[in-house]
């Protein structure tokens, strides 16, 4: 299990053993279990955590007492971008972008963020979904985070139909930013 720093307490009680904690920036190699004389293979694919703006407050502890960070996945053959639960910030996605290069697929929250006065700081609506997508470079994006539950005062599919609405703005042809419906798997 890889995580952001300060969860490895939270996760022993879950029952979970292998626990790998990284800071932002941080990376660590996603090879099969080798003996500990062997180390894995330089193409091996690596995770990287990267910065979020949320706060973050699991189960027990602290307020921001855990750090939260996003997934970039490297590999030899594709760069995958799990943002997580974050808020837009103007620097933030182009640092990742330039310090890891574009990925070929991010995973982007397009809901829950009305209203704005209070959701803005830790998660993005569809139009700032779609400026990160720029921001990062990337080839194409998945929207998520809606659709589930009502969380907030959007109603339950309205992310989507935004991001629509967003996407002929800035000329992205909604074949590189879709969404899936619910449960729908995709392969990589």
Known sequence: MISPLGY????RRAGLTRIVELDWWES???????????????????????????????????????????????????????????????????????????????????????????????????SEAVQIHRDLGSHRSIGMHWGTFQLTDEACFAPVESLQNCLADPGIPPVFFTTTEPGQPITV
């Open 8 to 11: 490895r307490s939270l996760l």
């Open 28 to 126: 660590h190699p996603l090879a099969p279990r080798r003996s500990p004389s062997s180390a894995p293979t330089p193409s091996a694919p690596q995770i990287t955590l990267t910065p979020a703006q949320h706060w973050s407050n699991r189960l027990s502890g602290t307020r921001c007492g855990r750090l939260w960070g996003g997934f970039f996945v490297t590999s030899p053959a594709r760069r995958v971008f799990f943002a997580v639960d974050t808020g837009y910030h103007p620097h933030l996605f182009k640092d990742i972008g330039q310090r890891l290069g574009p990925p070929d697929l991010s995973l982007l929250p397009i809901g829950a963020y009305e209203p704005r006065w209070f959701m803005a700081g830790q998660h993005v609506n569809p």
